[in-house]
């Protein structure tokens, strides 16, 4: 019953039901894709060594292109990024029909392939750091990395049966087209989408009208570098793990389990299959307050299932193991992908998921040489043991780096959960948000209480959680002070003094019985600090040029000031 009530609360969030249901289905046009092309290479040249080849180039683009492609993902608009890179593969998808179906050159077809898999680079960085802009609030953040994680693992048992079943009917061309008009589809839902550029920050080049500027990835990492390094070690070892195991499936299943070409479909099933049951289970496990025993759960099936594997003489005990060992992989995926969408401001997540990306392919490539040759050196038994080992190792290190990070803080109140939602602070890490909503104090005012003085000193700010407040500003020469505007819960107010430093700008008051969460000075800045939400909070009140003219004016007349 949890399982379920997690996952209707996901898909009961319209923008980000339609975007898992886009990359489902492009989910599974990829495996259509991947299938034909093989096919198409092998019926080419008969050559398993050229099969290799190609299948190995694909994954080049991954190294050489994921941080440039994160790079540019913290710079623009994420959503049109995967828009723009989905809509150039398919029409790259529509090239490679029409040259199969020509029987064009090899050439030309491998040239295309290596194209669509540098598009493809730009993919895990857009979607890590655009996924968490359209779920509600923090507790949908976990569950919606599971239903990706689950949706994806389902088209890898779905994709390559319909590819089959399609080539086997059609013809491979058919193949190539279907997954143009997958591309298709995401597009025009990425199209009805938000859009979502990132918080940004601007230095002193930007104040004088000249482009923004990406955060620095040092500014905006400060502080994280011991649990992200604890996330990375977890899934450089996973991927190295993996890479083995993607080879030494074929060696199992022909020779030491004696399953025939058979066998490796067989073995592949239980991946997918486990990964399924994992990704799903980890959607309830990841709304856990602490996610050390998350995490230990993972490392400990991954590192069962790889010691099942290596004394296994038999199809159905290795596939147990290899189920079992999916299973824990994709709990630690998705635990690691929460925390780190968590843990990373917003304007650098794309950098950091191309870093990520960029290591776990290196790691896979380089398992994929090394363990094989270990099995054959020390025997498949010591080899897998020592894989189990060293996951469990680089999960109990990861949760020593983690830290306080590793537990998730209580579930707030109504009122303080008001923050996590406040429209100003969009992008900025959820677990960032719950610290400050936790630290932040609360208020009751009746109507008409005076809650800030045009003139006293700034020293926190407001967000409204009920009620609703008036802003009156004195002016010289007027008999009363005018109305600038009224807020109402999720707005925030007070901060101006805190970003420009001088008095308060106006008055506040309480139009009707109202609750305010309160951000003294030092938890205010620490917040904004280095994210673009101190120049998004200008902006929200007629113009950030405006507006500090206008506090300078007040400076210069000795005057009091502000919001």
């Known amino acids: 019953m949890a399982v379920l009530a997690t996952y209707r609360r996901v898909f009961s969030n319209p923008a980000l039901a339609r975007l898992l249901a886009g990359e489902f289905i492009s989910s599974i046009g990829d495996w259509l894709y991947l299938v034909a092309l093989l096919v198409v290479v092998y019926q080419r040249e008969n050559d398993t060594v050229i099969l290799g080849i190609v299948g190995a180039a694909r994954v080049l683009p991954y190294v050489f292109l994921s941080v440039p492609a994160g790079i540019l993902v913290d710079r623009v608009d994420r959503r049109m990024v995967l828009m723009v890179t989905d809509i150039a593969r398919g029409v790259i998808m529509l090239g490679l029909a029409a040259l199969v179906a020509i029987e064009g050159p090899l050439w030309a077809i491998v040239a295309l392939t290596l194209a669509a898999a540098a598009l493809a680079t730009f993919f895990g960085p857009a979607i890590g750091a655009y996924l968490p802009s359209l779920v509600r609030d923090e507790s949908e953040l976990g569950p919606a990395n599971s239903a990706w994680a689950s949706l994806d693992n389902l088209g890898f048992i779905v994709g390559p049966a319909v590819a089959g079943l399609l080539i086997a009917l059609g013809g491979v061309t058919i193949a190539f087209v279907l997954n143009a008009v997958t591309f298709g589809i995401v597009a025009v839902i990425l199209w009805g989408l938000p859009s979502r550029a990132p918080a940004r920050q601007q230095g002193d080049d930007a104040e004088a009208g000249t482009a923004k500027r990406s955060t620095p990835l040092r500014a905006a990492l400060s502080g994280s570098e011991r649990p992200l390094l604890g996330i990375g070690l977890v899934n450089v070892v996973g991927q190295f793990i993996f890479g083995g195991l993607s080879i030494l499936t074929v060696v199992l299943a022909v020779d ?308």
């Open 256 to 563: 030491i389990l004696r399953a025939g070409d058979a066998g490796t479909g067989f073995l592949n099933a239980a991946i997918g299959i486990g990964g399924l049951v994992g990704a799903i289970v980890s959607g309830v496990l990841v709304l856990r307050r602490r996610l050390a025993p998350p995490l230990l759960l993972g490392a400990l099936l991954f590192g069962g299932g790889l010691a099942l594997l290596g004394v296994s003489d038999l199809l159905i005990p290795a596939m147990l193991g290899f189920a079992v060992l999916s299973i824990g992989d994709l709990i630690l995926n998705v635990v690691n992908t929460t925390l780190l969408q968590r843990i990373v401001d917003d304007a650098a997540r794309g950098r950091v998921f191309g870093i990520v990306h960029t290591a776990a392919v290196s790691a896979y490539a380089a398992g994929s040489l090394l363990i094989p040759i270990a099995s054959t050196q020390a025997g498949l038994p010591l080899t897998m043991g020592l894989a189990a080992g060293a996951i469990v190792g680089a999960v109990a290190v990861s949760i020593a780096l983690l830290g306080p990070l590793a537990v998730q803080t209580a579930s707030l109140d109504a009122d303080r959960a008001v923050l996590l939602s406040a429209p100003v602070f969009a992008g900025l890490p959820p677990g960032q948000l719950e610290s400050a909503a936790r630290r932040a104090g609360i208020e009751h005012h009746v109507e008409g209480d005076t809650i800030i003085r045009q003139g006293d000193e700034a020293d926190m700010a407001y967000v409204i959680a009920r009620g609703a407040v008036r802003v009156t500003q004195a002016r010289e020469g007027a008999a009363e002070p005018v109305e600038l505007r009224r807020m109402g819960p999720g707005e925030v107010f007070g901060e101006i003094g805190l970003l420009s430093g001088v008095p308060r700008t106006a008055t506040v008051t309480a139009a009707e019985p109202t609750t305010l969460l309160t951000l003294q000075r030092d938890a205010f800045l620490d917040l904004v600090a280095g994210s673009g939400v101190g120049d998004r909070l200008f902006d929200l009140h007629g113009g950030r040029m405006h507006l500090r003219a206008a506090v300078d004016d007040q400076r210069a007349a000795g005057t009091g000031a502000a919001g």
